[in-house]
């Protein structure tokens, strides 16, 4: 196949040499253009059985470097920015898998957690290639910081971003028991100045009040609960309840950040 090469395997091994570990579709037809696409297609797939190659988006493929074949994927950290690169897309690591970059990691997650901007991405699920997408309209750059990698750099939410983003996607985080425990690692990575009001403007005021609560109730952190609660000066927050998929409760809340706690944490489970 191909001028220059024998076959595929042979460009695939030249491109590792190179330090790549993406291609495209289209640019695997322009390296053997005397091919049909059907003929690429069947290449593709003999190498994907084999685990040589692994499809993570739609006409992207990662190539699988020997070190890692034994995994079945080569993690996440070092493709990610070459793949949103190549899709233009803005994004960060976020929730578990930015928590787990400061240390703040209760067990190991099941997934890798990307934020981008829209259209939404379909998440990669097969095999062992678990990458979940999240979407959202616009987010401050001075709440991502840039993480070295292996290969190159890597954007990662700050850690007080990821507070607000394991609340908003609590779901996907595991639930309101994983957060606090999560949550009380992870404020010992907090920056002051960085709760702000951009900070504030990622998220709904409902998560900004649940934060505030387990930053004042569950993992004793008052430094950092003043701090946002004097940022949400002028808001006029709603009563809410800490787990809104829970039942819900009829007496007042009997704290600052009007959370009716309905749900009992136990950060030790």
Same mark, same amino acid.
């Given at each position: ?8 395997? +042979? ?17 695997? &037809? ?6 049909? +696409?059907? &003929? ?13 190659? /692994? ?26 920015? +070459? ?9 960060? /690591?976020?929730?578990?898998? &930015? &928590?787990?970059?400061? !240390? ?17 991405? %379909? ?11 999240? $979407? ?5 750059? =001075? ?5 070295? =990698? ?7 939410? %700050?850690? #007080? ?12 985080? !595991? !639930?309101? *028991? ?19 009001? @951009?900070?504030? @403007? ?13 930053? +004042?109730?569950?993992? #004793?952190?008052?430094?950092?609960? #003043?701090?946002?609660?004097?940022? $949400?000066?002028?808001? *006029? ?23 009716? /706690? ?8």
């Amino acid at each position: 196949m191909g001028e220059d090469f024998k076959n595929l395997q +042979d460009w695939l091994d030249w491109q590792l040499s190179l330090g790549e570990v993406l291609f495209s579709k289209d640019q695997l &037809a322009k390296a053997f253009p005397h091919h049909t +696409d059907k &003929a690429l297609k069947s290449a593709l797939q003999r190498l994907s059985r084999k685990g040589k190659v /692994v499809s993570i988006h739609q006409g992207y493929y990662l190539i699988m470097a020997p070190q890692y074949s034994h995994r079945g994927i080569m993690p996440p950290h070092l493709f990610i920015d +070459d793949l949103m690169q190549r899709l233009n897309r803005a994004y960060y /690591v976020a929730l578990l898998s &930015a &928590a787990a970059r400061y !240390g703040a990691s209760h067990q190991s997650a099941q997934a890798y957690f990307i934020v981008t901007t829209p259209p939404p991405l %379909r998440d990669t699920i097969k095999g062992n290639v678990n990458i979940r997408y999240l $979407c959202k309209k616009s987010f401050p750059l =001075t709440h991502l910081v840039q993480h070295k =990698t292996e290969r190159s750099y890597l954007w990662v939410s %700050r850690p #007080e971003l990821t507070a607000l983003d394991l609340l908003r996607y609590r779901k996907q985080a !595991g !639930g309101l *028991n994983r957060i606090a425990v999560v949550l009380s690692e992870l404020v010992e990575a907090f920056d002051a100045k960085y709760i702000n009001h @951009s900070l504030l @403007s990622t998220a709904p005021p409902s998560v900004v009040q649940r934060l505030g609560y387990l930053l +004042d109730e569950v993992v #004793e952190a008052p430094f950092f609960a #003043e701090r946002l609660y004097k940022t $949400c000066q002028g808001f *006029n927050f709603r009563t809410v309840p800490l787990d809104a998929s829970a039942a819900t409760v009829t007496e007042k809340a009997q704290n600052r950040w009007k959370v009716r /706690v309905n749900v009992t944490i136990d950060p030790d489970l």
